[in-house]
C-alpha cells in the first residue's frame, strides 16, 4: 500500500494561512473519518496536531484546524508564526487494523 | 508523568536480529494499545505494527513490509513493550519509536517515546 500523498513542500509569511493536503483513497482516507496530523521538528518526536479528522488535543493552539472532503484531507495552520516551521505529517486509517502515513511536507515560514 | 523510553537499537548485520523495547510510565499501560512507528534517516513516517490491551482481545496487526519478520509482543506486568526483529534487512535501518494514544483516539498517537537507531548494515 503506497503512504498518501502530501506536497513536498509549503511556505508563508508570518501571519498568513496555509494549507497543506493528504490524499489517498476510498479505502483510507475517503473511506474513515480517522485522519491524524502530526508536527515534527529536527531531531524531535512527533507531536500530535489533530486527529479524527478535525479534533484537537487538548491545549493545543486552535490555529490548527483539519478538515476532509472525499479522499483528500487538509490541515491548515492561521497565523503563521516562526516556531510552526517543521515537517507535518497525515496519517490515516487504512482498515484490517492498518494505519498509513503520508509522506510529509516540509512548512517554511518566509 | 507520562513516558516511554526505548532500548535496544544498535548495528546489526543484514538477516540477524534485533529486540527493542520499550518502558512506559505514568498511564495504566495495560489499558494501552501500543505501536511502533519508524523513520528511515531522511525520510517519513512509517507504521509497524499495533497489539491491543487483552482487555480488547491483545490482538497485533503489521505493515505489509514486516509481516512474518517482526513481533510485537506487551508484558503488562513489566509495563513494556517489545518488537522482536528477525531477518533484518538494510531498509529496515531507521529510529524506531513507542507510542499510543490517551486521549488522541484509538487511532492517533499522542505520547511518544524519543526513539531508537537501528542499522542495518554489513
Known amino acids: 500500500q503506497s503512504a498518501l500523498t502530501q506536497p513536498a513542500s509549503v511556505s508563508g509569511s508570518p501571519g498568513q494561512s496555509i494549507t497543506i493536503s493528504c490524499t489517498g483513497t476510498?479505502?483510507?482516507?475517503?473511506?474513515?473519518?480517522?485522519v491524524s496530523w502530526y508536527q515534527q521538528h529536527p531531531g524531535k518526536a512527533p507531536k500530535l496536531m489533530i486527529y479524527e479528522g478535525s479534533k484537537r488535543p487538548s491545549g493545543l493552539s486552535n490555529r490548527f484546524s483539519g478538515s476532509k472532503s472525499g479522499n483528500t484531507a487538509s490541515l491548515t495552520i492561521s497565523g503563521l508564526q516562526a516556531e510552526d516551521e517543521a515537517d507535518y505529517y497525515c496519517?490515516?486509517?487504512?482498515?484490517?487494523?492498518?494505519?498509513?502515513f503520508g509522506g510529509g511536507t516540509k512548512l517554511t515560514v518566509l | 508523568e507520562v513516558q516511554l523510553v526505548e532500548s535496544g537499537g544498535g548495528l546489526v548485520k543484514p538477516g540477524g536480529s534485533l529486540r527493542l523495547s520499550c518502558a512506559a510510565s505514568g498511564f495504566t499501560f495495560s489499558n494501552a494499545w501500543m505501536s511502533w512507528v519508524r523513520q528511515a534517516p531522511g525520510k517519513g513516517l512509517e507504521w509497524v505494527d499495533r497489539?491491543?490491551?487483552?482487555?480488547?482481545?491483545?490482538?497485533?496487526d503489521y505493515a505489509a513490509p514486516v509481516k512474518g519478520r517482526f513481533t510485537i509482543s506487551r508484558d503488562d506486568s513489566k509495563n513494556t513493550l517489545y518488537l522482536q526483529m528477525n531477518s533484518l534487512k538494510t531498509e529496515d535501518t531507521a529510529v524506531y519509536y513507542c507510542?499510543?494514544?490517551?486521549?488522541?483516539?484509538?487511532?492517533?498517537?499522542?505520547?511518544w517515546g524519543q526513539g531508537t537507531m537501528v542499522t542495518v548494515s554489513s
Open positions: 476510498s479505502s483510507d482516507v475517503g473511506g474513515y473519518n480517522l
Open positions: 496519517c490515516s486509517y487504512a482498515g484490517r487494523n492498518t494505519l498509513i
Open positions: 497489539i491491543k490491551s487483552k482487555t480488547d482481545g491483545g490482538t497485533t
Open positions: 507510542t499510543t494514544n490517551m486521549k488522541g483516539g484509538r487511532n492517533a498517537f499522542d505520547i
